[in-house]
């Protein structure tokens, strides 16, 4: 009777050992959370990228955790959000409070001020940030703990130059913040124009908290006519570098007749920027001046589309690039992660992670993933080339007019919905002919592209400190397709996850636990 009690028993943790594999497989097994941060200006003068960034991320994360429950994977994220107020010392205070909830990986800061403020913070303490529109130059920094999604401003600046050269432009007068992005790219350009022999007359910097503009449009309305005096109305241009502080430069500059007969070029901190449209002002005056805006310009590829279509339902607007580039950062730590395995050692995972996603952002696997496709990194971490589209306000909304090939040094104009291009729009208002001039390629590292894709590029924060980004929403025709939630993964090739292979080994091992259990259970019953 032993004998049985005993066969019985082992029957009895069979079936225990054969319902084991069913809790603990991949499909059911624990895994671990793994916070993530953003650092976004919810608020303050860049609060409309924000806004964006903010919900590109949300969807991010939504798809992230999804393609990982489908690949039964050791993590899910979290994400906590902050707002920088787009202010360089607020962005440590949020940062600070991430980090003390343990969080070591931040997709942002925006703006390239804030960036400045916490890159030696980060890599002191092992944080790795993902910025995707930092783009001050002076930020390149090789070997620190901060990625940017997007290319440096001597890109951007080679944009605007040639701009310039194309539109026959003799001479100009450059406004713009006096923080780290508009410092940085207003003497790119400087450089740039003076390589072209084009005069830049007078600079005026102002502080972001408590800019003069009363007094900087009185003082360039003069520099301006003194440049019509000596070039011609159709010779001049001014160059407005800044974010939604210059809806208050242009409601000054509107009282002048003279600096409304001139054209007026922006950057990426203006493009697409909502606040201009708010203001009937500076909206007239925008479009009276065509003033023209550089932004990143990632081309349009299929994921990009869900998750246009994603925020797009989420906010009731498209993303610009900066925010695609803020989705991307999500995946490529994902990506990375899912390399990496299972670990408890967080600062292994920072550091393997940042070893990894050089290799990672210019493979086809983020590009099956990816808002702006693959793309390869310079050596200081930052998205080392781009094309740049080109924004105008036209009745009452922005308008993408062109695109500046950056590997080409070349500006494409499209066709307006009236029929006319950019170039005929700037021939009819200021009487400017472009001019045809021959180019040399600029030497910049040619970007690795998906089927469909480009690059874009990003901007900055308050006086010494002061906001950052500059984005654009690139307005897609009209679709009625209805909006889905969340971009769909791609399958992976043959590879097998970590977790799966970890729930082959216990299905394996559960297996030879059952047969031993079996053949003793058998044993028994035939002793007796």
């Not at 900055?460 to 769909?488: D, F, V």
């Amino acid at each position: 009777m032993s004998h049985l009690r005993v066969a019985v028993a082992l029957i009895a943790i069979l079936a225990l050992a054969v319902a084991v594999p069913a809790v603990i497989s991949p499909s059911a097994q624990a895994q671990t959370t793994i916070r993530i941060g953003g650092l976004l200006p919810l608020t303050g003068d860049l609060q409309s990228y924000g806004v964006r960034a903010q919900a590109a991320v949300e969807v991010a994360v939504e798809s992230v955790n999804a393609f990982l429950e489908e690949q039964n994977a050791w993590f899910r994220f979290e994400l906590v959000v902050e707002d920088t107020q787009t202010k360089p010392d607020v962005a440590v205070s949020k940062y600070n409070s991430l980090v003390a909830q343990g969080i070591k990986f931040i997709v942002g800061p925006m703006t390239s001020a804030e960036v400045k403020k916490l890159k030696d913070l980060a890599t002191q303490q092992n944080v790795l940030l993902i910025s995707p529109s930092s783009t001050a130059i002076e930020l390149a920094i090789p070997g620190d703990n901060v990625f940017r999604f997007c290319p440096a401003d001597d890109v951007q600046s080679q944009a605007v130059a040639s701009l310039l050269r194309d539109f026959g432009i003799s001479g100009v007068v450059m406004i713009n913040r006096a923080d780290t992005w508009g410092e940085g790219l207003k003497n790119a350009i400087v450089e740039r124009l003076d390589a072209l022999n084009i005069e830049v007359r007078n600079v005026y910097s102002y502080n972001p908290e408590s800019p003069d503009f009363p007094g900087i449009a009185a003082q360039a309305n003069s520099d301006v006519e003194e440049l019509i005096a000596k070039y011609g109305a159709n010779k001049v241009a001014v160059i407005a570098i800044g974010f939604s502080e210059i809806v208050s430069l242009f409601s000054e500059a509107s009282a002048y007749p003279t600096l409304s007969k001139v054209f007026w070029v922006g950057s990426d901190g203006t493009a697409n920027l909502a606040e201009f449209l708010k203001d009937p002002i500076a909206s007239s005056f925008a479009e009276s001046t065509l003033f023209i805006n550089p932004i990143f310009s990632p081309a349009r590829t299929s994921v990009q589309e869900k998750v246009i279509e994603a925020v797009k339902a989420k906010i009731g607007e498209e993303p610009d690039a900066y925010a695609m580039a803020a989705h991307d950062a999500v995946w490529a730590l994902a990506l990375a992660f899912l390399q990496v395995g299972p670990t408890d050692d967080v600062d292994e995972l920072v550091n393997k992670a940042k070893e990894l996603i050089p290799q990672i952002v210019e493979s086809d696997e983020f590009a099956q993933f990816a808002a702006t496709g693959k793309f390869p990194l310079n050596d200081a971490g930052d998205r080392a080339t781009a094309d740049y589209d080109w924004w105008i306000i036209r009745g009452g909304e922005w308008v993408k007019v062109g695109v500046y090939k950056g590997i080409e040094d070349a500006n494409e104009w499209i066709q307006l919905p009236e029929g006319e291009t950019f170039p005929e729009l700037v021939k009819e208002t200021f009487q400017i002919q472009p001019v045809e001039t021959p180019r040399e390629p600029v030497e910049t590292t040619p970007m690795e592209t998906t089927p469909e894709q480009t690059t874009p590029s990003p901007t900055e924060t308050t006086p010494e400190e002061s906001p950052t980004p500059a984005a654009t929403e690139e307005r897609a025709a009209e679709k009625t397709t209805p909006p889905p939630t969340t971009p769909e993964p791609a399958e992976t090739p043959e590879e097998t996850s970590p977790a799966e292979e970890e729930g082959i080994s216990g299905t394996i091992v559960a297996a030879v636990i059952v047969l031993i259990i079996i053949a003793v259970a058998a044993a028994l019953l035939l002793r007796r």
